[in-house]
């Protein structure tokens, strides 16, 4: 059975220059494509590398002007990440974390909460020959 897709939030942290804000841009892309009116908004560092940097998307149905109180799906590229806004992750929510350095740091996620740990670091390395 397939659910309709009417209101998603999104979030992908880490560093500058990890990605955040190219999947964020991505994603955006394909929920667009799908006729869902799109929000976003990001918190980067004056940095040309390094740094915490956030990017967030809310798609929906109708036109929205803001992001919802709490994150759907968060992508977090490292422990800041989760540290910074694991608590914004809603008790039905979806984390995706890069556990390539080390594991998930307790007491940010709100019980319910479903963790994906995926070494996303490593994996580029290996596979892409470039270190993120």
């Known amino acids: 059975m397939t659910k309709e897709l009417s ?5 992908v942290a880490g560093q500058g220059g990890d990605g955040s804000l190219t999947v964020i841009s ?3 892309n394909a929920l667009a494509r ?16 390094g740094g ?3 990017a967030l998307l809310r798609g929906s149905i109708e036109p ?4 919802n109180d709490n994150i759907d799906v968060f992508v977090a590229l490292d422990t800041e990440a989760i540290e910074v806004g694991g608590h914004r992750v809603g008790s039905n929510g979806f ?9 998930l740091p307790d007491g940010y996620l709100a019980e319910g909460v479903t963790v994906v740990e995926i070494p996303f670091g ?10 993120l």
């Open 26 to 28: 991505l994603l955006g």
């Open 64 to 67: 929205r002007t803001g992001m």
């Open 95 to 103: 984390v995706i974390y890069d556990s390539s350095a080390g594991p």
């Open 122 to 131: 490593r994996l580029a390395v290996r596979d892409l020959r470039r270190e």
């Open 52 to 54: 915490h940097a956030a």
């Open 7 to 11: 209101d998603i939030n999104v979030m």
């Open 34 to 49: 799908r006729g869902l009116h799109l929000y976003s908004t990001r918190n980067v560092a004056s940095r040309i590398k």
